[in-house]
Antibody
Framework: EVQLVESGGDLVQPGRSLRLSCTTS????????MTWVRQAPGKGLEWIGA?????????EYAASVRGRFTISRDDSTSIAYLQLNSLKIEDTGVYFC???????????WGQGTLVTVSS | DIQMTQSPSTLSASVGDRVTITCRAS??????LAWYQQKPGKAPNLLIS???TLESGVPSRFSGSGSGTEFTLTISSLQPEDFATYYC????????FGQGTKVEIK
């Protein structure tokens, strides 16, 4: 069974940093890209970035987070990470991870982890 | 960047109604379009991929159509468990979501 579990969400002050983890099981992690999607309170889904499969490891980000957020992966532990730097109040929301392949929809999601940015 | 525009933003309907949600892409995405259902406090659930392919376990009252830039999600007979928010998503190039359509009880 494919499982993804996000963790690391917390209450942080503006300008601070946070690292989220997406711990996975039930599939060959290295064969998949990993993507992060967030949802501000009461708002819609926003794709924020992805990291390609192990063989590539290339990353791509939404304009709203480019330069502040970094996605990485550890194929030895099957964990994807989202490093959030220079956090802003508008980064508040639930962050979801999902496994992904080119030209495939997002079949499997974690339950999400809540990041609250507030002074 | 590819923009996705959904309409309506909110839809009031009754059990048994036929409902249709529209999604428009800012450029052609062929058939690389997915529909998700999301309930409060939960992760999105994939209903349809490749514009019209129903995912395993999804009731047949859900259907999708379209290609290029215009897509629709239809629920043929709305059930109580279908009151939720629906999102379209393009995945021809990474991902972009529509702003969502909340289906609420009339």
């Amino acid at each position: 069974e494919v499982q993804l579990v996000e963790s690391g969400g917390d209450l942080v002050q503006p300008g601070r940093s946070l690292r989220l983890s997406c711990t996975t099981s039930g599939f060959i992690f290295g064969d998949y890209a990993m993507t992060w999607v967030r949802q501000a309170p009461g708002k819609g889904l926003e794709w924020i970035g992805a990291i390609r499969e192990k063989v590539s490891g290339a990353t791509e980000y939404a304009a709203s987070v480019r330069g502040r957020f970094t996605i990485s992966r550890d194929d030895s532990t099957s964990i994807a990470y989202l490093q959030l730097n220079s956090l802003k109040i508008e980064d508040t929301g639930v962050y979801f991870c999902s496994r992904w392949m080119t030209h495939q929809a997002l079949h499997n999601w974690g339950q999400g982890t809540l990041v609250t940015v507030s002074s | 960047d590819i923009q996705m525009t959904q309409s309506p933003s909110t839809l009031s309907a009754s059990v048994g109604d036929r409902v249709t949600i529209t999604c428009r892409a800012s450029q052609s995405i062929n058939i690389w379009l997915a529909w998700y259902q999301q309930k409060p406090g939960k992760a999105p659930n994939l209903l349809i991929s490749k514009a019209s392919t129903l995912e395993s376990g999804v009731p047949s009252r859900f259907s999708g159509s379209g290609s290029g830039t215009e897509f629709t999600l239809t629920i043929s007979s709305l059930q109580p468990e279908d009151f939720a928010t629906y999102y379209c998503q393009q995945y021809i190039y990474y991902a972009t979501f529509g702003q969502g359509t909340k289906v609420e009880i009339k």
